[in-house]
């Protein structure tokens, strides 16, 4: 990064400061902090030079946990360090590990009084965490397995650390209605999906060690679609890898239903089983890491209160050979990153550094579903949410949406910005008109827009949690999520002026005396 043109600026801008008199030194120590010293550091030059090495093939398409991600978190490390900008993990940790796993069909050697039972025939494993193995000789079962208010079939039993068995359905009251709701209409409990992870839930809070549940309905739904999963080695989506072990589900037959409870149909009362069970869940699912990378600025009048700034680090990866360079997504917002960080800390070397502290968010898995800030938001926050006074995040910021072609092109939509904070929406739109002067446009900022984007990038785990947000997006065009995403279509001096609003807003946010309240949180 070219840094001696800022260096100029500043030395200039201080000089100018301490050759004031005494009797302006209010005004002058106003003028002192004007950011637009330190967003113009923010070039597009930069902007350009970061993100053709960012968004190159050589990054691989930056697929999660994959080897081009892990180039790019080195990179936003490299470039972090050479800031002199450090990690809120301490020492040289600028990784924020999030662990994954890349879910496989489980099988499980299953027996019966000696009887052994068969995969996708007679039993498939709905859940299971690592490799278990049971051996019991005995089993509690629970009719129906429900548990709610005012119909319960672990009342009167103790499933703690058991194997319970329970079977589909919902029994019905004299009225012919069900009887967890009164009414003729099929509950959470009665069938389906739904039905399956209710009574999972049900076991898993009586204690239990594990759930055998009949229901020839969802089994001859499910039990063909494993097979051919396991059969042809498939993987499922990636998904966070959760800190607590699983319970483990089977979901049986009749067939294998009745060598536990021969009159299992006919009977609902809950009672223990003597039975000798032995269950092997071979579990092929794979764990991957990948990381969030972090980096901050302390404040240095209330480092406590946090100011968010995100992006996504990760993008498609390779597909049919070919590299998804995802310059606009999320390299755009990436970069505009490491721009602002830069802004940041020229002012906090020029004695102006953030009231609050600002922390730049790279959050990866943000493809795979917001896994990475998911993450950030819902296992491992670095600073406490109830800290957290916005997220300003940034997906796609470098382009041109079709649509708006032939009207003003130096514009940005904003989603969210007024959700949770009028405070929020409004120095929003007061910095922009003080300092950048971009049109912001709300088309997408409606509830029952069907694309739904409110709900589509990272910054929804922090709205999530009463965080006000703003989403800062340029609209999608004909190359999103295609390989044809590179950073020679690009408009860098738009990209520049959208990297500035984020900054000012930031600093604002950052620099005011009162923190922004949430005055429309739920
Ligand atoms: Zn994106």
Known sequence: ?????????????????????????????????????YASTITAEELKEMLYKYASD????????????????????????????????????????????????????????GQTFKN?????????????????????????????????????????????????GEPKDDNGNYVTSGEAGDTKWTNGRQSLSSKRDAASANGAKGLILLDSNMFSR????????AESGATGRLSLKSSEPEMMMLLINDNTAKSLHASILEDSTPKVLNSDLTIAIENKSETITSENVVAYIKGSEKPDEIIVISAHLDHEGIKNGQVYNGADDDGSGTIAILEIAEAFKMAEKAGHGPKRSVLFLHVTGEEK????????????????????????????????????????????????????????????????????????????????????????????????????????FNGTHADYHKPSDTPDKIEYDLLENRTKLVFHTAWELANRANRIIADKAE
């Open 1 to 37: 990064m070219k840094k001696i043109l800022f260096t100029w600026l500043i030395s200039s801008f201080i000089l100018s400061c301490g050759t004031s008199s005494k009797s302006t030194n209010t005004v002058q120590k106003a003028e002192a902090i004007n950011p637009s010293v």
């Open 58 to 113: 050589e990054f691989e398409g930056r697929e999660t946990g994959e080897k081009g991600q892990k180039m790019a978190v080195e990179y936003l490390k490299t470039q972090y360090q050479s800031m002199d900008i450090p990690t809120p993990l301490g020492d040289d940790d600028y990784f924020q590990e999030v662990p994954l796993e890349k879910q496989s069909v489980s099988t499980a050697t299953f027996s019966i009084d």
């Open 120 to 168: 996708f025939e007679d039993h498939i494993v709905l859940r299971a965490s690592g490799n278990t193995q049971i051996s019991v000789d005995d089993i509690v079962y629970v009719g129906y397995g429900i548990d709610a208010d005012n119909y319960s079939d672990y009342k009167s039993i103790d499933v703690k650390d058991k194997i319970v068995l329970a079977k589909a």
């Open 222 to 229: 499910y039990a063909p679609y494993f097979q051919r999963q």
């Open 369 to 472: 579903g917001l896994l990475g800030s998911r993450h950030y938001t819902d296992n491992d926050p670095i600073f406490p949410l109830a800290n957290t006074v916005a997220d300003l995040n940034i997906d796609m910021i470098g382009r041109i949406d079709p649509n708006r072609k032939s009207g003003n092109r130096n514009y940005i939509y904003l989603i969210g910005s007024d959700k949770l904070s009028t405070e929020l929406h409004n120095i929003s739109e007061e910095v922009n008109s003080k300092y950048t002067n971009v049109e912001l446009d709300y088309t997408y900022n409606d509830e029952n827009d069907p694309n739904r984007f409110y709900y589509r990038s990272d910054h929804y785990n922090f709205a999530k949690n009463n965080i006000p947000v703003i989403f800062y």
